[in-house]
């Protein structure tokens, strides 16, 4: 049996055809060969059948009138081998959500930037609930450039979280930030904290703002003096996000 | 054979294989041994030739597969392919078409 499976298998690697002919040819080639290995040995028969080279060859001389009809093969969406030939990869799942699909991949290698939209989307300009590639936009985005709700990325924009190399969001994390709540090495924002800090609230080595504090001049107690800080300048905030805010002053010191 | 001879083989296998199911349901291989043994081997072809060929037929609508299951003794069941009536219409269509052709290339080499 797995002598005729790796032998079919071969012989599919040589077919250039869509999905369904290369399911087809499979099946077929499957049924026929185990039925001669009920009486006679399986060698035999494949060495009768010939080289996969040469099986594939056949079927391709057979489903193919013409060259250009092998052409338009070659180049179209549906074969598999369009990894190989075409600028873009593309792999789309049957289950779909209200009509779209839980899965879309599309990498287009090298030319015009590609979309997929998914549930899960993943490529080069990825749109979903959860998208990872180098452009993603959505809910939770992962890439290069991450627009979302919640942004991971090279550069990333959060409308919640943002956390990247450059990051823009509600609350924004990385190395150059900006944001309501700033983190980073240079933080921009309502409460900045970092290594450059400017805002309403600035803490951090230098600090530019109403209301900043440079680490090197707070005490022991950094929660409490950041703490009461935050609470002067924006005394509606809710404890526990001052409370958290100056857990991390007190970790950056 | 030579590529003429190719070629022209080519140009009736679909013929050939929907007069043989016009007879009888055959299965794969049937379909490979009745070509052989009939034509005196002319019509000898390989796996690469004939599922092609039963494909598209079978896209076109003339023929139709099915699975049966031969006798008790034998526990696994058989891929069987049988004409439908578009399949016979085309056929006779085919032939007649064929006989035309035929009879042309007579009159021209005659």
């Given at each position: 049996m797995d002598r005729i499976n790796s032998y079919v298998d071969e012989v599919l690697s040589h077919i250039i055809a869509d999905n369904n002919m290369k399911k087809r040819i499979k099946d077929d080639l499957l049924i026929q060969l185990n039925e001669a290995a009920r009486t006679e040995d399986i060698d035999a028969v494949i060495g009768r059948m010939g080289s996969p080279k040469d099986v594939a060859r056949e079927f391709m001389d057979s489903i193919y009138d013409s060259k250009s009809e092998l052409l338009d093969e070659l180049l179209s969406d549906r074969s598999d081998n369009a990894i190989f030939v075409k600028r873009v990869y593309e792999y789309k799942s049957k289950t779909t959500i209200f009509g779209i699909p839980?899965?879309?991949?599309?990498?287009?290698?090298?030319?015009?930037?590609?979309?997929?939209?998914?549930?899960?989307?993943?490529?080069?300009?990825?749109?979903?609930?959860?998208?990872?590639?180098?452009?993603?936009?959505?809910?939770?985005?992962?890439?290069?450039?991450?627009?979302?709700?919640?942004?991971?990325?090279?550069?990333?924009?959060?409308?919640?979280?943002?956390?990247?190399?450059?990051?823009?969001?509600?609350?924004?994390?990385?190395?150059?930030?900006?944001?309501?709540?700033?983190?980073?090495?240079?933080?921009?924002?309502?409460?900045?904290?970092?290594?450059?800090?400017?805002?309403?609230?600035?803490?951090?080595?230098?600090?530019?703002?109403?209301?900043?504090?440079?680490?090197?001049?707070?005490?022991?107690?950094?929660?409490?003096?950041?703490?009461?800080?935050?609470?002067?300048?924006?005394?509606?905030?809710?404890?526990?996000?001052?409370?958290?805010?100056?857990?991390?002053?007190?970790?950056?010191? | 054979m030579n590529e003429v001879g190719k070629q022209l083989k080519k140009g009736v296998i679909e013929i050939l294989m929907l007069s043989l199911l016009s007879r009888e349901k055959m299965y794969g291989y049937q379909l490979l041994q009745e070509l052989d043994g009939r034509s005196n081997g002319v019509f000898r072809m390989k796996e690469g030739t004939l599922y092609p060929v039963l494909y598209r037929l079978e896209d076109n609508g003339y023929i139709e597969s099915f699975w049966e299951q031969e006798s008790e003794k034998r526990s696994v069941p058989r891929k069987y392919y049988r004409i439908t009536d578009s399949g016979m219409n085309a056929l006779i269509s085919m032939k007649q078409e064929l006989e035309t052709l035929f009879y042309a290339i007579k009159l021209i080499i005659d």
């Open positions: 839980l899965v879309h991949i599309k990498i287009s290698r090298y030319g015009s930037p590609t979309v997929a939209k998914g549930i899960i989307a993943i490529g080069t300009i990825p749109v979903g609930i959860l998208s990872i590639g180098a452009i993603p936009i959505g809910l939770i985005s992962i890439g290069g450039l991450a627009l979302g709700l919640v942004a991971f990325g090279g550069a990333a924009i959060g409308l919640f979280l943002a956390l990247g190399g450059i990051a823009a969001g509600t609350l924004a994390i990385g190395g150059i930030t900006f944001g309501f709540g700033a983190f980073g090495g240079i933080a921009t924002g309502k409460i900045a904290m970092g290594s450059i800090a400017q805002g309403t609230v600035a803490i951090g080595d230098e600090a530019y703002g109403e209301y900043a504090l440079q680490l090197k001049n707070i005490g022991p107690d950094v929660k409490a003096e950041v703490s009461a800080l935050i609470r002067s300048a924006l005394p509606k905030l809710p404890d526990w996000i001052i409370d958290w805010l100056s857990s991390i002053a007190a970790f950056m010191k | -």
